[in-house]
């Protein structure tokens, strides 16, 4: 790195950290710089310090203060400008710091129904511990991916409602999600809290909760829904694919234009019980209807923005900015089909997209509702198609290495990873214990 690129890096960084910092604290390593590149203009052979370079870019990226960690286009630029003059290897070992640091709390992972369809709902016919070529998950994967919380789906088909059999196929694959904690204790254990999963993610592993994928599986009574609390379920998506009696689906034909009386009931005994209000599947009427009643921040488990990808399943420009209001979350969701530009889909349907093209999701729910309401809902083991570069769980280091690419600091990567979900957990169950006082 000659030194004129030297000055430039600096000079990056000094305007990137200048309001936060006194400039005399960032003094000694600016100084070691000056010293190495007034070596080099002597003729001096000098190499930079991977572990240089990331001391400091760790101590730029840690140390902001909680109210900057909203997406700022000055300090978005510098830290790109700074990101481009990294090598690779540099770059790589500034992703492993930042992503390893962080807290992934992923959204949304199906692994319970591929238990249900490959092993029949069995865990013992289903050896994790060793590379699964048919699933996205598993624990050599895991061990890869820097996953701390996950919110596993308890999903069951929308024609089990017709059947009479939603609840049932429910309990059935919250008993998988139990096994598993039962069968792998050293590497998963069942939260029930935002306490849960720092405790669990302190002691070195994935804190998994539960999430109900269609308010079918409460067969339109509030009892159901408060035992599907009990037995740890902490999000309930109020549609799936099809429309319900008292919601109506994004991919199904409206019967209600939104929520139902009997919807509404279920939103606010939700915000009563403490389990987040999950509008991923739901037509924007019902998404508009459940954000005026609910009290609490609601999620989008595994949707992507809308005005990128214009399908049904997406989020609008109008929702994303009632979801920074509700001080709710986006979990962008990995699915081809809900990523890929609307354009390049009609052009080729068969386009199953880049991990770029999810950070750009990423970036534009960043820039409309803010960097505090964006996530990640991969739907790893729930989707026929993911795009090259996320084909697996192992693969979360690489996006967070595009978010450094795209100039998100440390804190905004930690928020997006998973702490601005921990923090809509810890929003909602705030919720429910004031709901409960007097």
Not at 180 to 192: G, I, S, T
Not at 280 to 293: K, P, Q, R
Not at 333 to 355: C, H, Q, W
Not at 379 to 406: A, M, W
Request: negative net charge; glycine residues 6%.
């Amino acid at each position: 790195m000659g030194g004129r690129s030297h000055q430039n890096h600096c000079q990056h960084f000094h305007r990137y950290i200048c309001h936060e910092f006194d400039y005399e604290q960032f003094q000694a390593p600016s100084e070691m710089i000056h010293r190495q590149t007034s070596s080099r203009r002597r003729g001096t052979p000098i190499h930079t310090s991977s572990r240089l370079v990331l001391a400091i870019l760790s101590l730029v990226m840690t140390d902001l203060v909680a109210s900057e960690v909203s997406l700022g286009p000055q300090a978005s630029s510098d830290s790109a400008s700074v990101a481009r003059t990294l090598s690779e290897a540099e770059l790589d070992a500034l992703t492993r710091e930042i992503h390893f640091s962080g807290m992934l709390f992923d959204g949304h992972n199906d692994l319970p129904w591929q238990i249900h369809k490959l092993a029949k709902g069995s865990v013992d016919r289903l050896d994790l511990t060793v590379p699964q070529p048919l699933l996205h998950t598993d624990f050599p994967k895991l061990k890869q991916s820097g996953l701390k919380a996950q919110f596993w789906s308890v999903y069951v088909p929308a024609d089990t409602y017709q059947q009479g059999i939603s609840l049932t196929q429910t309990l059935e694959q919250i008993q998988i999600v139990r096994k598993l904690a039962q069968k792998y204790p050293d590497q998963l254990e069942l939260a029930d809290s935002s306490a849960d999963i720092e405790r669990i993610v302190a002691q070195g592993k994935i804190a998994s909760l539960m999430g109900a994928e269609g308010g079918y599986s409460i067969q339109c009574s509030i009892p159901i829904l408060q035992q599907l609390y009990r037995e740890g379920v902490r999000y309930m998506t109020l549609t799936h694919s099809k429309t319900i009696e008292w919601a109506d689906s994004a991919t199904d034909q409206p019967q209600h234009g939104g929520l139902t009386p009997f919807g509404e009931e279920v939103v606010r005994e939700m915000n009563r019980l403490g389990m987040l209000v999950d509008l991923s599947h739901v037509s924007e009427e019902t998404m508009l209807d459940a954000l005026d009643i609910t009290t609490a921040p609601v999620i989008f488990s595994h949707s992507s923005a809308k005005a990128i990808c214009n399908h049904p399943r997406n989020v609008s420009d109008v929702v994303l900015k009632r979801v920074t209001a509700n001080r709710g979350i986006v979990m962008v969701n990995f699915m081809s089909g809900y990523i890929v530009p609307t354009e390049r889909l009609k052009a080729n349907p068969k386009d199953v997209g880049t991990l770029d093209d999810v950070v750009d999701h990423i970036v534009h729910i960043a820039k409309v509702a803010g960097v505090e309401h964006v996530g990640i809902g991969s739907d790893f083991d729930g989707v026929r198609q993911l795009p090259r570069g996320l084909e697996d769980v192992s693969k979360y280091p690489d996006l967070t290495k595009e978010l450094i690419r795209r100039g998100f600091t440390k804190p905004q990567i930690h928020a997006i990873l998973g702490g601005n979900i921990l923090r809509v957990l810890k929003e909602a169950e705030q919720v429910a214990k004031n709901s409960k006082q007097p």
